[in-house]
């Protein structure tokens, strides 16, 4: 194992040069004595030298894109354009000063109010807030908007918000922090939201509806319509979960369907980096009445000019962030967009849906699908039940045994609907040669639950650490170097 | 097309593979209504070298802070990145890695995670640290929320000196969910010690302090702790600079309970107000009320030492409607540049970015109320960052100023603070930018 940076240190070592402070006055004639710190922050002493080799050691335990396929089910983990990387490092961007005069920052309004309209023009809602950094942060925007539309109505006793059992854990979590109550619905048979389910639970208190489309199951939700009445009937308004929207670019325009309400996940759609968590890129769009609830400011454009808009501020729901959310995530967001054109984007979902049909089809054989039978959008739920119940393999087992394969896990028990969940996205990134190399890895793993399930269950030993103990993690909580010696 | 790999050929023998002849059979299930049959409305798509072009025209068009002597704060602060820095968050494996769910092969961004929160352990004296929030404004809000839900009580008194758009993300983080916020007003720069202690009570979930704070000011954090804790169980939550706990008390010190912040001024460039990330540090009894990701040491199978998420329950991916926050993806990689900018400065190197921070700004400050007719607007010890009053209206100021391409400040009056100039200074700042300052800001005064 890596030592850490802390045992790294050798007291004098220097990773910096400073220029000489030309302004001769003592700290001490600044500020009083009270306010100084005692003792010394402990951040190591090491050499620049140091710092590159110890991060190029942390790198090398890493998976990533370029190193692999990620077939994540829900997080989309597409390739990432070079060309991004190199145009988001211009100092007229990294330079750029949020308090900046309108006047010199046009070129960064001009980007993001088309951004603004091209995601809008997308997904077929009115306008677009760029605000949120991230697909929970959009949602917490989101239900914020709803509640600000029945506040503004007077209507204070809509305080329940409905979702399907299969949602994303960040659904009811954002539900709960936007001050509303979840009701929780089942899905029915066929993966798809009960409507006898809803009608039962709404009531005048419904103030929305969350639904992800297509679904965690990976398959659209066609009721939309039914839905759309139902929510609609006791002016409740439907929230769409756009994690999945990499499946319907061109294809389908949510806004123009029942939707009313929508978050974008940039770095999973528009092909920002993930980052290893972060940042991303979580804007809203909204049908037109609901437009003056969005965060301020939003881009506006008179004459030529485009300037920071707080027209809307009296009915805004506020902000969400310092200033104006991620923008150079937004920036290459749009790098990407104007690259692919209305084409490019419709092409993307379909080589997504084509590559997970793809291996879907494949693997029916060998892992229980639950609905198979019917084609899905760009992702796919597979079971271990199978290995589960006649070999006593884990799916955790299986994931495990994947990584040793040399391919990143698929996401797993998720959906909470499907025992022994193995989510698989592709993307349309991915080429048919990957594919096949994927699946003949899942196909042996299947054959090793027959012949060798010890191989699965010491899974994973090709990479960097053997199986972690998350348990320990918590019942020795250790959450920082605290100077005895890490290297076991 | 860009960025996808398989030809048509290729297509058609995958949909073959599937038993459908056309990509359009796969879409049974989608009701023909909403399919679209009219194209997305796009320009027509760009080739690298052309958005190349595009993208070099639209970064021209704004006037940066590098081509100009800038003296913007509030928030987001120019401070030197040394090189480093970038070809580290550049490498694919950290760049193009998803989060660290599997621990197996995620060890590299598991352990640098793990020596953030142990940087910004030390820096605040602290006993636990997440691994990073969206910004510092909602770092603070979810740090008000923690103490509503640790003490189960709903008043909430922030002290009035706070950056205005923390506060406006706070108001949104907190409304309409049964927590009432009471701001003490800070009209002389730092704030209303008198008042904070009337409005104090036994119902108080925390008092929120920033400092050194919107104004640049240095709050008496001792005294505000005082008063904090007289209340039943109030905690108290500081909003600090970490730039400047190089040399400013650790928050320990003034036993903060919970400590949040902006962390953009670690090694992250200004772009425009975001990305940026927020801390949250705090001690071990509140770990379990804390929102966001957290690294722990642990084993693997072999027993060898390696790093994994910890406290997860508290999660929304395991706990939903009941987790601490709804928080998913958040800022990681804004988080591994602090850690490699903390590594390279080392404690010596961001003393001296403080020092020279702190003693250029009062160098600047001091030759500016030499002009006539410019004070100090605030009596009060300051770190990087001070407000000026001007003799004339300030956007006059900033307007004429920018003609000779400087960015003086901040107008504070859309913060209901008339004629007042609100001035940040960086350790990049060399004497002969802050003189060239003083000089414009007499012509202003004398034209």
Redesign the interface.
């Given at each position: 194992?890596?030592k850490?940076?802390?045992e790294k240190n050798s007291s004098g070592?220097?990773?910096?040069t400073?220029?000489n402070?030309?302004?001769k006055?003592?700290?001490e004639?600044?500020?009083?004595q009270?306010?100084?710190?005692?003792?010394?922050?402990?951040?190591?002493?090491?050499s620049?030298l140091d710092?590159?080799r110890?991060?190029?050691e942390?790198?090398?335990?890493?998976?990533?894109?370029?190193?692999g396929f990620?077939p994540?089910g829900s997080?989309t983990?597409?390739?990432?354009?070079k060309?991004n990387?190199?145009?988001v490092?211009?100092?007229?961007?990294?330079?750029?000063?949020?308090?900046?005069?309108e006047d010199?920052?046009?070129?960064?309004l001009?980007?993001l109010f088309e951004l603004q309209s091209?995601l809008a023009?997308?997904s077929g809602f009115n306008q677009v807030s760029l605000q949120p950094?991230?697909?929970?942060?959009g949602?917490?925007t989101g239900l914020?908007v709803i509640?600000e539309y029945h506040?503004a109505k007077g209507n204070t006793h809509k305080t329940k918000i409905i979702l399907p059992d299969s949602a994303h854990?960040?659904n009811?979590?954002?539900?709960?922090?936007?001050?509303f109550e979840?009701v929780e619905i089942k899905s029915n048979a066929d993966g798809m939201t009960d409507l006898q389910d809803l009608r039962d639970h709404v009531d005048e208190n419904t103030a929305g509806f969350m639904l992800t489309n297509p679904n965690t199951l990976g398959?659209?939700e066609?009721q939309?319509?039914e839905i759309a009445q139902i929510i609609h009937s006791v002016d409740g308004l439907i929230y769409m979960d756009g994690a999945n929207l990499n499946a319907i670019?061109?294809?389908?325009?949510p806004g123009q369907?029942g939707f009313d309400i929508m978050h974008y996940?940039l770095?999973k759609t528009f092909?920002t980096?993930?980052?290893?968590?972060?940042?991303?890129s979580?804007p809203i769009g909204v049908r037109e009445d609901l437009t003056k609830f969005l965060?301020v400011p939003l881009i506006g454009k008179k004459r030529d000019k485009y300037f920071l808009d707080y027209s809307h501020e009296k009915t805004s729901?506020?902000?969400?962030?310092?200033?104006?959310?991620?923008?150079?995530?937004n920036?290459r967001a749009y790098?990407y967009?104007?690259?692919?054109?209305?084409?490019?984007?419709?092409?993307?979902s379909?080589?997504a849906?084509?590559?997970a049909?793809?291996i879907m089809?494949?693997l029916s054989k060998y892992y229980d699908i639950p609905h198979k039978d019917?084609?899905c959008m760009h992702e796919f739920v597979a079971s271990g039940t199978w290995q589960k119940e006649k070999h006593g393999i884990k799916t955790l087992d299986i994931?495990?045994r994947i990584?040793d394969k040399g391919f990143?896990?698929p996401t797993i028990y998720?959906p909470l609907i499907v025992s022994e969940a193995m989510m698989i996205e592709p993307t349309?990134?991915?080429?048919?040669e990957?594919l096949d190399e994927f699946i003949s890895a899942m196909i042996e793993i299947a054959q090793e639950c027959l012949e060798n399930p010890d191989l699965l269950k010491?899974a994973?030993v090709d990479?960097?650490?053997?199986?972690?103990?998350?348990t320990?993690?918590?019942r020795?909580?250790?959450?920082?170097?605290d100077g005895t010696s890490?290297?076991? | 097309m860009p960025f996808i790999s398989n030809t048509d050929p290729e297509r058609r023998e995958m949909l073959k593979a599937i038993g459908v002849e056309k990509f359009e059979d796969l879409l049974v299930n989608i009701p023909l209504e909403f399919l679209q049959n009219k194209e997305i409305s796009l320009e027509p798509a760009y080739s690298e070298l052309e958005i190349s072009r595009k993208i070099s025209k639209l970064a021209g068009m704004n006037i940066s802070s590098s081509q100009a002597n800038a003296f913007l704060g509030g928030g987001v602060y120019d401070h030197f990145i040394p090189a480093a820095v970038e070809h580290v968050i550049l490498k694919p494996e950290f760049h193009s890695a998803y989060t660290p769910y599997q621990a197996e092969v995620s060890q590299g961004t598991l352990q640098y995670i793990y020596e953030y929160q142990t940087m910004i352990c030390d820096l605040t004296g602290m006993e636990i640290s997440n691994a990073g929030m969206y910004d510092g404004a909602s770092a603070a809000a979810e740090a008000i929320l923690m103490t509503v839900r640790k003490t189960k009580k709903n008043k909430v008194i922030i002290c009035g000196s706070i950056n205005p758009n923390y506060l406006e993300v706070i108001k949104t983080y907190t409304e309409g969910i049964g927590i009432e916020i009471s701001v003490i007003p800070a009209t002389s720069g730092f704030v209303d010690i008198q008042e904070l202690n009337q409005e104090i009570d036994d119902e108080t979930a925390c008092v929120l302090l920033q400092t050194p704070n919107f104004f640049g000011n240095i709050e008496d954090a001792f005294a505000v702790e005082k008063i904090t804790h007289t209340a039943k169980n109030a905690l108290f939550i500081v909003c600090v600079d970490p730039i400047s706990l190089a040399i400013l008390n650790a928050p320990v010190e003034y036993r903060a309970d919970i400590v949040v912040g902006e962390g953009q001024s670690l090694g992250n460039a200004q772009n425009f107000g975001g990305p940026l990330f927020g801390f949250l540090a705090t001690s071990l009894k509140l770990s379990r009320t804390m929102p966001g990701r957290i690294v722990g040491a642990t084993e693997d199978a072999a027993g060898k030492r390696c790093y994994a998420l910890t406290l997860q329950a508290r999660e929304q991916h395991i706990r939903r409607a009941k987790a601490t926050s709804n928080i998913c993806s958040n800022q990681a990689l804004c988080n591994l540049a602090a850690t490699v900018y903390m590594a390279l400065m080392g404690r010596e190197g961001l003393i001296e970015i403080a020092k020279q921070c702190t003693t250029k700004a009062h160098y600047l400050a001091a030759a500016i109320t030499k002009i006539e007719g410019y004070k100090m607007a605030f009596k009060s010890p300051f770190f990087k960052e001070f407000a000026i009053q001007t003799p004339i209206k300030t956007e006059k100021i900033i307007s004429q100023l920018k003609e000779k391409n400087i960015f003086p400040g901040i107008d504070l009056k859309p913060f209901g603070h008339e004629n007042t100039l609100l001035i940040a200074v960086t350790e990049k700042k060399r004497k002969t930018d802050l003189d060239l300052l003083v000089s414009a800001l007499q012509e202003v005064q004398n034209g």
């Amino acid at each position: 194992m890596a030592k850490t940076i802390f045992e790294k240190n050798s007291s004098g070592r220097r990773g910096f040069t400073f220029s000489n402070n030309d302004v001769k006055i003592k700290l001490e004639d600044c500020i009083p004595q009270k306010y100084l710190r005692m003792n010394n922050a402990g951040l190591p002493e090491v050499s620049e030298l140091d710092v590159m080799r110890h991060f190029s050691e942390l790198a090398h335990m890493n998976y990533f894109i370029e190193k692999g396929f990620y077939p994540l089910g829900s997080c989309t983990m597409k390739y990432n354009p070079k060309i991004n990387e190199t145009l988001v490092r211009n100092k007229g961007f990294n330079d750029l000063h949020p308090f900046q005069q309108e006047d010199t920052i046009q070129g960064a309004l001009e980007i993001l109010f088309e951004l603004q309209s091209m995601l809008a023009e997308i997904s077929g809602f009115n306008q677009v807030s760029l605000q949120p950094v991230a697909g929970a942060h959009g949602e917490f925007t989101g239900l914020k908007v709803i509640k600000e539309y029945h506040t503004a109505k007077g209507n204070t006793h809509k305080t329940k918000i409905i979702l399907p059992d299969s949602a994303h854990g960040t659904n009811p979590a954002s539900v709960v922090l936007a001050g509303f109550e979840v009701v929780e619905i089942k899905s029915n048979a066929d993966g798809m939201t009960d409507l006898q389910d809803l009608r039962d639970h709404v009531d005048e208190n419904t103030a929305g509806f969350m639904l992800t489309n297509p679904n965690t199951l990976g398959l659209f939700e066609k009721q939309v319509k039914e839905i759309a009445q139902i929510i609609h009937s006791v002016d409740g308004l439907i929230y769409m979960d756009g994690a999945n929207l990499n499946a319907i670019l061109g294809i389908v325009k949510p806004g123009q369907i029942g939707f009313d309400i929508m978050h974008y996940n940039l770095h999973k759609t528009f092909a920002t980096p993930h980052g290893g968590g972060g940042p991303g890129s979580g804007p809203i769009g909204v049908r037109e009445d609901l437009t003056k609830f969005l965060p301020v400011p939003l881009i506006g454009k008179k004459r030529d000019k485009y300037f920071l808009d707080y027209s809307h501020e009296k009915t805004s729901l506020g902000k969400v962030h310092s200033f104006f959310g991620n923008f150079l995530v937004n920036v290459r967001a749009y790098i990407y967009i104007k690259m692919l054109g209305a084409k490019g984007l419709k092409r993307v979902s379909e080589n997504a849906i084509i590559n997970a049909n793809y291996i879907m089809k494949q693997l029916s054989k060998y892992y229980d699908i639950p609905h198979k039978d019917i084609y899905c959008m760009h992702e796919f739920v597979a079971s271990g039940t199978w290995q589960k119940e006649k070999h006593g393999i884990k799916t955790l087992d299986i994931a495990k045994r994947i990584l040793d394969k040399g391919f990143h896990a698929p996401t797993i028990y998720f959906p909470l609907i499907v025992s022994e969940a193995m989510m698989i996205e592709p993307t349309e990134t991915e080429s048919k040669e990957t594919l096949d190399e994927f699946i003949s890895a899942m196909i042996e793993i299947a054959q090793e639950c027959l012949e060798n399930p010890d191989l699965l269950k010491n899974a994973p030993v090709d990479t960097p650490v053997k199986r972690v103990n998350d348990t320990l993690a918590v019942r020795q909580l250790n959450v920082k170097y605290d100077g005895t010696s890490q290297d076991v | 097309m860009p960025f996808i790999s398989n030809t048509d050929p290729e297509r058609r023998e995958m949909l073959k593979a599937i038993g459908v002849e056309k990509f359009e059979d796969l879409l049974v299930n989608i009701p023909l209504e909403f399919l679209q049959n009219k194209e997305i409305s796009l320009e027509p798509a760009y080739s690298e070298l052309e958005i190349s072009r595009k993208i070099s025209k639209l970064a021209g068009m704004n006037i940066s802070s590098s081509q100009a002597n800038a003296f913007l704060g509030g928030g987001v602060y120019d401070h030197f990145i040394p090189a480093a820095v970038e070809h580290v968050i550049l490498k694919p494996e950290f760049h193009s890695a998803y989060t660290p769910y599997q621990a197996e092969v995620s060890q590299g961004t598991l352990q640098y995670i793990y020596e953030y929160q142990t940087m910004i352990c030390d820096l605040t004296g602290m006993e636990i640290s997440n691994a990073g929030m969206y910004d510092g404004a909602s770092a603070a809000a979810e740090a008000i929320l923690m103490t509503v839900r640790k003490t189960k009580k709903n008043k909430v008194i922030i002290c009035g000196s706070i950056n205005p758009n923390y506060l406006e993300v706070i108001k949104t983080y907190t409304e309409g969910i049964g927590i009432e916020i009471s701001v003490i007003p800070a009209t002389s720069g730092f704030v209303d010690i008198q008042e904070l202690n009337q409005e104090i009570d036994d119902e108080t979930a925390c008092v929120l302090l920033q400092t050194p704070n919107f104004f640049g000011n240095i709050e008496d954090a001792f005294a505000v702790e005082k008063i904090t804790h007289t209340a039943k169980n109030a905690l108290f939550i500081v909003c600090v600079d970490p730039i400047s706990l190089a040399i400013l008390n650790a928050p320990v010190e003034y036993r903060a309970d919970i400590v949040v912040g902006e962390g953009q001024s670690l090694g992250n460039a200004q772009n425009f107000g975001g990305p940026l990330f927020g801390f949250l540090a705090t001690s071990l009894k509140l770990s379990r009320t804390m929102p966001g990701r957290i690294v722990g040491a642990t084993e693997d199978a072999a027993g060898k030492r390696c790093y994994a998420l910890t406290l997860q329950a508290r999660e929304q991916h395991i706990r939903r409607a009941k987790a601490t926050s709804n928080i998913c993806s958040n800022q990681a990689l804004c988080n591994l540049a602090a850690t490699v900018y903390m590594a390279l400065m080392g404690r010596e190197g961001l003393i001296e970015i403080a020092k020279q921070c702190t003693t250029k700004a009062h160098y600047l400050a001091a030759a500016i109320t030499k002009i006539e007719g410019y004070k100090m607007a605030f009596k009060s010890p300051f770190f990087k960052e001070f407000a000026i009053q001007t003799p004339i209206k300030t956007e006059k100021i900033i307007s004429q100023l920018k003609e000779k391409n400087i960015f003086p400040g901040i107008d504070l009056k859309p913060f209901g603070h008339e004629n007042t100039l609100l001035i940040a200074v960086t350790e990049k700042k060399r004497k002969t930018d802050l003189d060239l300052l003083v000089s414009a800001l007499q012509e202003v005064q004398n034209g």
